[in-house]
């Protein structure tokens, strides 16, 4: 039973047929009185959800006419430009984990400031209460559970729902082949060190997660980073071109659904062709599948691992965005280098403490992940179309926008390749944390880029923030 009311349940209704094109730009609403003969529901209830649609940026009201679709606004901005698939630079030792944390601790530093830089949803998208009442059953079921230890590779049960949900990703996994990690860091972490020593080359995506750049750095390999579209992610034509320029490629790292930060989806078939790639040349193929779950639609996004036949990728992933960001709850499938990532597992941290995936596991079997997810990706969606419009509306001439299919990200290119690091000290100045392109690319082609969370509710205040921090960027890129 849906609990929202009933206004609301008609506007998803018609916000639902508005994305699908059932409804166009520029065509007019169904009239209040035809909303209430057609729905059965009263003229407030009829009113209420035409006003709603409104105060979305959904529709809106012509004196004497009614309510009508209204186009997007953004479309006013030029999305950001496609790579060229070029020969990459070579393979660089990473030099940028300083750079990162003196970024991530002077917004630290503002804890004051408002943060348009974590990569996550607001606590309210989250269903803690939900979440703690499993963890309750699960101790009264269990009252010895901190007293015995916890199974070798993690729960069997939480290994158990995750190989269900992985059949949704297309992938046929067993429990088995399953080990449970602190988070996707550690499980990228145990594939790298699977797969390749200090010193060599992993080819990254550019731009790419500042978090793999800083895990690169720490186990002392030199990345090569590969042109990646912000509409079909990494470029098979520049990592062909690299892997025949620069021999001895040890890994490919590649996050295919709803890349961060460029919000890029990688097309099925290219999916094949790089598991195929990688397979015929020998290189491993560690996938980071983060952020595959929040794509704007409810049929799920297949994993690379989807199109391995020889266990030649691994599959690393979390719960951190999707369902808890207070659990450090993630896995990985590490394929055919399952012994060497099981002992590197058992050497770095022994098993995660079971307490949250047994919550987590009766949370996925009981169906209550499935309708989190559901309400958590419409909300995203509503949260970045919001966001989009707003930069649309504020930001100068010159900028370029890109509001992804799914996750908590935009990526923009400021006008006249204004310097982020400026945009992020005056930013913070003014109370606002963003995050600078500089930090998603270990050389400066990024420079020029921001990306900014959509992960809050939308509010007058981000209303705002945005209005401020356009009128910063317009203030810097004429100074
Ligand atoms: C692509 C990607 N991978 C991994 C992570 C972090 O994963 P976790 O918190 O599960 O360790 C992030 C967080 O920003 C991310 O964007």
Redesign the pocket.
């Known amino acids: 039973m849906d609990a929202a009311p009933l206004y609301r349940q008609l506007a998803t209704h018609y916000r639902q047929a508005i994305a699908a094109g059932a409804l166009a730009p520029g065509d007019r609403m169904p009239s209040v009185r035809a909303l209430m003969a057609r729905h059965g529901v009263s003229l407030s209830t009829a009113l209420q959800t035409c006003r709603h649609l409104e105060s979305q940026g959904l529709l809106e009201a012509r004196p004497r006419s009614g309510y009508f679709v209204r186009p997007p606004r953004r479309a006013t901005l030029a999305p950001v430009e496609e790579p060229h698939p070029s020969l990459p630079d070579p393979a660089q030792y990473i030099g940028i984990h300083q750079r990162v944390s003196a970024i991530l601790a002077r917004g630290q530093a503002r804890p004051d400031a408002l943060n348009l830089a ?3 949803g607001a606590p309210s998208l989250y269903p803690a209460a939900a979440l703690q009442q499993a963890a309750m059953r699960v101790l009264r079921h269990q009252p010895e559970l901190f007293g015995r230890p916890v199974p070798f590779n993690g729960t069997p049960a939480f290994r158990a729902a995750l190989a269900q949900q992985a059949l949704a990703a297309r992938m046929t996994l067993g429990a088995d082949d399953i080990i449970v ?8 972490n145990l594939a790298l060190r699977a797969v390749a020593q200090p010193g060599d080359v992993v080819a990254v995506e550019s731009p ?5 750049l800083q895990i690169l750095e720490n186990l002392g390999l030199r990345a090569l980073e590969i042109p990646t579209s912000p509409q079909t992610g990494i470029s098979l034509e520049a990592l062909d071109l690299a892997a025949d320029a620069y021999a001895n490629i040890k890994a490919v790292v590649v ?1 295919p659904n709803l ?3 460029l919000g890029a989806i990688m097309p099925d078939a290219h999916k094949a062709r790089l598991a195929a790639w990688a397979e015929a040349r020998s290189i491993a193929l560690i996938e ?1 599948d ?2 595959a779950a929040l794509g704007n639609d409810d049929t799920p996004l297949p994993a690379l691992k989807a199109f391995d036949t020889s266990g030649n990728v691994i599959h ?6 999707t369902l808890a ?1 207070g659990m ?3 896995w990985i499938a590490p394929g055919k280098w399952r012994p060497r990532v099981e002992m590197l597992k058992y050497a770095q941290s022994r098993p995660n403490e079971a307490l949250s995936q047994l919550a987590v596991a009766e949370f996925m079997t009981s169906g209550g992940f499935e309708r989190h997810l559901r309400r958590l990706r419409a909300q995203l969606r509503e949260q970045r179309e919001r966001m989009g419009e707003a930069v649309a509306a504020y930001f100068p001439a010159g900028t370029r926008l890109n509001v992804p299919p799914g996750g908590f990200g935009l990526w923009i290119e400021l006008p006249g390749k204004l310097s982020s690091e400026r945009v992020f000290d005056a930013a913070l100045e003014d109370c606002i944390r963003v995050s600078p392109g500089v930090m998603f690319a270990n050389s400066g082609r990024f420079d020029h880029y921001l990306r900014l969370s959509c992960g809050s509710p939308w509010s007058r205040e981000l209303d705002q923030a945005i209005r401020r921090l356009a009128a910063l960027v317009e203030r810097l890129a004429t100074s």
Do not use: I, M, W
């Open positions: 974590v990569a996550c990690t602190h988070g996707c860091v550690e499980a990228l790419t997660f500042y978090g793999l996050v890349q961060n930060p980071d983060t952020y690393c992933a979390s719960l951190h965005k960001p450090r709850l993630g």
